[in-house]
């Protein structure tokens, strides 16, 4: 695995996400603070989870599969070592090509495996969804 590459874009306001009006009984957006973030693991083309230290990691689901994204490639992010993130708005990573994959969604998740799991029970539940 190598090591993440960060790259902080200083048109970025982080912390700045625009506040979206919610529909009532909806879930408000929750915030992740990452912190630390030293790797990364590629899942597959849709997700890859941070290292945040030796014992975090932030799973990040993006909005398409990312042609470029592989195992071992070397990416870069739009957010520095530490970040808060409610919810990404504009935040992505990049792969070597410079294709932006922007992020849907991050979450804390207790390893690498626990990620694996968490992704394999979401498709199994879209794919019963689509049965239905």
């Known amino acids: 695995m190598k090591y993440l590459?960060?790259?902080?874009f200083a048109a970025l306001a982080i912390?700045?996400?625009?506040?979206?009006?919610?529909d009532e009984g909806e879930e408000a957006p929750r915030c992740v603070r990452l912190t630390n973030i030293n790797g990364y693991s590629v899942i597959d083309r849709q997700h890859v989870v941070f290292r945040g230290g030796a014992s975090r990691h932030y799973l990040a689901t993006l909005r398409n599969r990312c042609p470029d994204?592989?195992?071992?490639?070397?990416?870069?992010?739009?957010f520095g070592r530490s970040a808060t993130i409610c919810p990404p708005?504009?935040?992505?990573i990049t792969p070597e090509s410079?294709?932006?994959c922007?992020?849907?969604?991050?979450?804390?998740?207790?390893?690498?495996?626990?990620a694996?799991?968490?992704?394999?029970?979401?498709?199994?539940?879209?794919?019963?969804?689509?049965t239905d």
């Open 116 to 130: 694996r799991s968490l992704i394999e029970e979401r498709a199994a539940a879209d794919a019963e969804g689509e």
């Open 69 to 78: 994204l592989n195992f071992g490639v070397q990416l870069t992010t739009s």
């Open 15 to 22: 912390c700045s996400a625009p506040v979206m009006a919610q």
């Open 98 to 100: 410079g294709f932006r």
């Open 5 to 8: 590459t960060i790259a902080a």
């Open 102 to 114: 922007y992020i849907d969604s991050v979450e804390e998740v207790d390893s690498v495996d626990a």
């Open 89 to 92: 708005a504009m935040e992505y």
